[in-house]
């Protein structure tokens, strides 16, 4: 992790989510964005089919249904398979959002679309500190231009994504527990 995106992410101190120990398991919901940097490899896994094996990483920024906003960092491994032919693709994969040092959110998540992104689902799978018993879900949009960056790529070669953009147009949570 980048030292400068680790120390925003711990000292901005600020809850992910905009959620406090205070809202027991009241439902809540909130929109996120999330520009995002990634790096890895490519393979050719089949004569039209080209399969990255990396990571992004970037602030996620959120804003709450009262208007508060706030941010944390997260880190996603990913796997995208990338279709030449007809330009489909298939990513999956999880996220670690770094609230602070104490408090975590994980997640994981799935999306199929065509050029510029894909479309689906992300799902909250649990925490710690503040985060222990948070669940949730919500639709995803990821767009990324990595299907031209890998089309005449050498297998194995290492791709370094510089933009890239996931939201959550409406993320519905709740959290059980307290630290």
């Known amino acids: 992790?980048?030292?400068?995106?680790?120390?925003?992410?711990?000292?901005?101190g600020v809850m992910l989510l905009g959620m406090s120990a205070s809202m027991g398991a009241e439902q809540n919901s909130l929109t996120a964005m999330m520009p995002w940097e990634g790096e890895g490899r490519v393979f050719r896994i089949a004569p039209q089919k080209m399969r990255f094996i990396g990571a992004f990483e970037g602030v996620m920024y959120v804003e709450t249904a009262d208007g508060k906003l706030d941010e944390a960092f997260a880190e996603c491994p990913i796997t995208l398979e990338l279709d030449l032919e007809t330009k489909a693709r298939i990513a999956s994969g999880h996220c670690m959002i770094t609230v602070s040092s104490e408090d975590t959110v994980f997640s994981e998540w799935t999306c199929t679309g065509g050029p510029g992104g894909c479309k689906g689902d992300f799902k909250l799978t649990g925490g710690t500190g503040e985060f222990v018993e948070i669940s949730g879900s919500s639709k995803l949009v990821m767009r990324t231009p990595l299907r031209a960056l890998v089309t005449d790529m050498q297998d194995g070669a290492t791709v370094h994504v510089a933009s890239g953009l996931a939201v959550l147009p409406k993320l519905v949570?709740?959290?059980?527990g307290t630290k």
């Open 1 to 12: 992790m980048r030292p400068l995106l680790r120390w925003l992410a711990v000292i901005s």
């Open 173 to 176: 949570y709740t959290v059980k």
